[in-house]
């Protein structure tokens, strides 16, 4: 049975990664790629689905519980598990080596005292869980084979197969360090070659040192920020520099529910606020390498912009359901692809424009066509911003002329008209001047409630959505606008929880109608909306309750630092797609803005 949510623990190579549980066990591993099939299902299953557990074992072979500690090594991406038995006390490092070559998870167990028995009991189910591999010995190495696909597994204990299943029973004493490792190729090439755990372990953590050394950031929540910082990039693929939104597909936002959805994808939105905390923080090459790859996806058609692009950039991610999967905990379907990908979500033009103004404004070097994918964006939105669209949490109800989307067409075109301004590039200077404020004033008119002074999320509705909180943030209006301070205190008034999180919006379906976002059941507190909140707090000089606010989101992530998208306040768990970028960038920014104000314990 996989464990909750916040019981996992994330390691990964730049390409893919996995979830490692508190007992041992890799209940999620998508090879060769984040958004290939899993080999390891049963974090959306059972054990039939695919799984490594690795921990001590008692007399009769069954696993240990949860390891008594655990924690990363330092600033870097390699955990450590320990477990005290009755017999003695053990290690697990797990880790995955950034790679050129075939991607490798390495599992070392080390002695720490006394003698203790383990087991590692390896069940490889291709395809989600659906394929039973041929496994088989070539030599001394043990190789799955299926398709397309094969997975070598090297050891240097003897290894036995029992019910489609690889067990290794062994005893280690102190100074043993025995190690694990999974590789997987290509079936129709060589065999992988063997690996060096010792070797690829030094090299793992100094490249984790290494980078971590160029963050530029020394404020009294550094631990915090740098762990965020080192989660956003373990989501994004070296080879391109596309940015997932999430590792996982299907972790539910209502336990037991429909709302699962796969974000192994690269959304522009949450790959352009991931590039600016990560360019806030000191890292250019990773904001170098995410413009190419917007250029690249984008190419030559930005009038056909989409909301979300494969990690190499590819257009197609067409959206099914799983059905031999049980789901996380009963939440079915469980989905992979994502029919979002076609919607028309206006935002996105100025989350993008937005990053590319602050990559220009922080020294990056120009790049013509970047400037001028800027201008094309800006011609395609004065011919549409006045349209409806699903909005920036992608609705699957009827389209809605959605506030946060009029204000980031708002955002692009002013950020266009300052690049045009500081002469780098030439267009409709004064045409575009007022079509920012045409969107200006269409926006305070329709979606403003005067009677309860504050903006709603879409013209003419009365429910409130949190994201209107970024509009003092991107500077449509100025933080001590009383239409600011309404609009954040009607959100801490009808989105927020008991504990004072916030809600995107209401899901509660009105008499005889359907939810807002066309879908069944509820969902969680948004942790990016909360510390969004805490973010305007902070900027209308309620720094003290920010800092609250943002000292109580920092304590709903797990021993290790990690977020997933909501916390469901009913069960006081983690829920959605973990962990997840859309947390962890917030989490970044909130902390900066905090540092500059002073506002902070201690």
């Known amino acids: 049975m996989a464990g909750r949510i916040e019981d996992y623990a994330l390691i990964g190579d730049m390409q893919t990664a996995a979830l490692v549980c508190r007992d041992g066990t890799v209940d999620w591993l998508c090879l060769p790629r984040f958004d290939s099939p899993a080999i390891f299902a049963g974090l959306l299953g059972t054990e039939e689905h695919g799984y490594w557990r690795l921990g001590p074992a008692h007399a009769d072979g069954t696993p240990s519980p949860a390891a008594t500690r655990r924690r990363y090594r330092g600033d870097s991406l390699v955990l450590e598990s320990e477990w005290d038995t009755p017999r003695g006390t053990v290690r697990v490092i797990d880790f995955m080596p950034p790679r050129d070559g075939a991607p490798q998870l390495i599992r070392i167990v080390e002695g720490v005292s006394g003698r203790v028995p383990m087991r590692s009991a390896l069940r490889m189910r291709f395809s989600y869980g659906w394929v039973v591999p041929w496994v088989h010995k070539v030599g001394e190495r043990t190789v799955a084979v299926a398709g397309p696909d094969s997975v070598w597994h090297d050891t240097d204990v003897e290894t036995y197969g029992k019910d489609l299943t690889t067990y290794a029973d062994f005893t280690v004493s102190p100074g043993d360090r025995i190690a694990f490792t999974i590789s997987w190729q290509p079936s129709h090439k060589e065999p992988p070659p063997l690996a060096e755990p010792e070797a690829s372990l030094e090299a793992t ?70 590039l600016s905390s990560l360019l806030r923080t000191g890292y250019r090459d990773e904001a170098r390498a995410w413009r190419e790859w917007l250029l690249r996806a984008v190419a030559g058609d930005p009038e056909n912009l989409q909301i979300m692009y494969g990690i190499a950039g590819e257009r197609e991610l067409g959206e099914t359901e799983l059905d031999w999967l049980p789901g996380y905990e009963g939440s079915i379907p469980v989905r992979v692809g994502n029919g979002a990908a076609h919607q028309l979500q206006l935002d996105v033009y100025g989350e993008v424009t937005e990053a590319l103004h602050l990559a220009h404004m922080t020294g990056l070097a120009r790049n013509d066509y970047a400037s001028l994918l800027q201008i094309r964006l800006i011609q395609y939105l004065e011919d549409h911003w006045d349209e409806p669209d699903e909005g920036i949490w992608e609705v699957r109800g009827p389209r809605r002329h959605f506030v946060h989307s009029k204000v980031m067409a708002w955002v692009a075109v002013d950020r266009t008209v300052k690049l045009i301004e500081s002469g780098e590039v030439d267009g409709p200077l004064e045409r575009w001047r007022e079509l920012r404020d045409e969107i200006h004033r269409d926006v305070c008119e329709k979606g403003y409630d005067k009677e309860r002074n504050t903006f709603t999320q879409s013209y003419g509705s009365r429910e409130l959505d949190a994201s209107l909180l970024l509009i003092p943030q991107v500077g449509f209006l100025p933080p001590d606008d009383k239409r600011v301070i309404g609009t954040i205190e009607a959100i801490q008034r009808e989105l927020s929880t008991e504990d004072g999180f916030v809600l995107r919006y209401p899901t509660d379906a009105p008499p005889g109608g359907e939810n807002l976002d066309g879908l069944p059941g509820d969902e969680g507190a948004f942790l990016a909306c909360s510390f969004w909140l805490a973010d305007d707090l902070a900027m209308i000089g309620r720094v003290d309750e920010a800092r609250r606010l943002f000292e109580k989101l920092l304590a709903l992530r797990n021993d290790l630092g990690l977020l997933a998208e909501e916390w469901d306040p009913r069960l006081q768990r983690q829920v959605g797609n973990f962990p997840q970028a859309f947390s962890h960038v917030p989490l970044i920014d909130t902390a900066l803005r905090l540092t500059a104000s002073g506002a902070y314990g201690g």
């Open 205 to 274: 953590e100094d490249f984790w040192r290494e980078w971590v050394a160029q963050c530029t950031y020394h404020g009294p929540y550094r631990d915090a920020v740098v762990r965020s910082l080192i989660t956003l990039k373990a989501l994004t693929y070296g080879p391109t520099g596309g940015i997932v939104a999430a590792p996982t597909t299907s972790l539910p936002e209502d336990i037991g529910g429909v709302r699962n959805w796969d974000y192994r994808f690269t959304w522009l939105r949450d790959a352009a606020i991931t």
